[in-house]
């Protein structure tokens, strides 16, 4: 017989759990929203039964390592708690649905979208455990290191985006150069005639990024980011624009 077994406290004072709590081995649904515990419970560790955890409006700041006992869970909610960071091992977790609204996260690991889950920036419903609501709700997140906006953007930018983003925390021998301008003023060319040497006359219009190295005679690999030009391209420009790159602006060919 299928024993589902719910345990909701939330709305309450209580700071800890009890020590003989992790024995509800069949425990599926624990929702410890808005109560005052500060620190992950270890006792949850023991609960790999549970399906569905809620930790909304807490004050735990961080997720311990531990969370990849939890293999069978498949709606976490951290709406705002106080967490400050993921650990990789949330990514592993079978999760169908991640709720991440109205925190503020110091950066965020491109293991996020190996969980193929959409971004919804919509409010989630609380009750994940009988909805069909699959994604990682966004809304009003704030990611210190990154303008999160970037999530509304399909997703082969934000894999473009995320790829770019890691390897500039490495240190390469690399320069960025970006081009941007309206359409058909050049751009291309001119990264073509840099690269080489030649001019070559009608190129095709460039839709979404295209990205070009080239590796200079002093062994700098220069990658040029070259913007299609069009105006439904302008509103994904802001999300690429980073300190330690160059910008060449094109106004108009002569
Ligand atoms: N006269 C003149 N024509 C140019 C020059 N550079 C490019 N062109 C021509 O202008 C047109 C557009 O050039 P592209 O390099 O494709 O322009 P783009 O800015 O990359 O355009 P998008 O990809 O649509 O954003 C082509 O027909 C080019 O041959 C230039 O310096 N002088
Ligand atoms: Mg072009």
Excluded at 42 to 53: D, G, K, S, Y
Excluded at 173 to 188: H, P, Q
Aim: aromatic share 10%.
């Amino acid at each position: 017989m299928a024993l589902f077994l719910i345990v909701a406290i939330s709305n309450t004072d209580i700071s800890d759990l009890p020590l003989d709590f992790s024995r509800l081995r069949n425990l599926s649904r624990l929702d410890l929203s808005f109560t005052n515990i500060k620190v992950f419970p270890p006792e949850i560790f023991e609960l790999q039964n549970l399906i569905e955890l809620h930790l909304a409006g807490t004050k735990i700041t961080t997720l311990p390592k531990e969370l990849r006992y939890l293999k069978n869970l498949r709606h976490l909610d951290l709406s705002g708690s106080s967490i400050s960071d993921l650990p990789d091992e949330l990514y592993s977790l079978p999760l169908e649905t991640l709720d991440i609204s109205n925190t503020k996260l110091e950066t965020i690991s491109p293991r996020i979208l190996d969980m193929n889950l959409p971004f919804l920036t919509q409010e989630a419903s609380r009750v994940y455990y009988y909805s069909n609501s699959r994604g990682i709700y966004i809304q009003k997140i704030e990611i210190a290191e990154l303008d999160s906006s970037i999530f509304s953007r399909p997703r082969e930018d934000l894999q473009v985006f995320f790829d770019e983003w890691e390897r500039s925390k490495v240190s390469l021998n690399e320069a960025r150069v970006i081009f941007v301008g309206n359409g058909l003023v050049g751009k291309s060319t001119m990264i073509h005639r840099i690269i080489s040497g030649s001019y070559v006359e009608d190129l095709a219009e460039t839709r979404g990024v295209h990205i070009e190295g080239w590796l200079t005679p002093e062994n700098t690999l220069v990658k040029f980011w070259d913007f299609g030009g069009q105006s439904i391209m302008h509103s994904t420009h802001k999300f690429f624009l980073s300190q330690r790159c160059l910008y060449v602006v094109v106004l108009e060919p002569v």
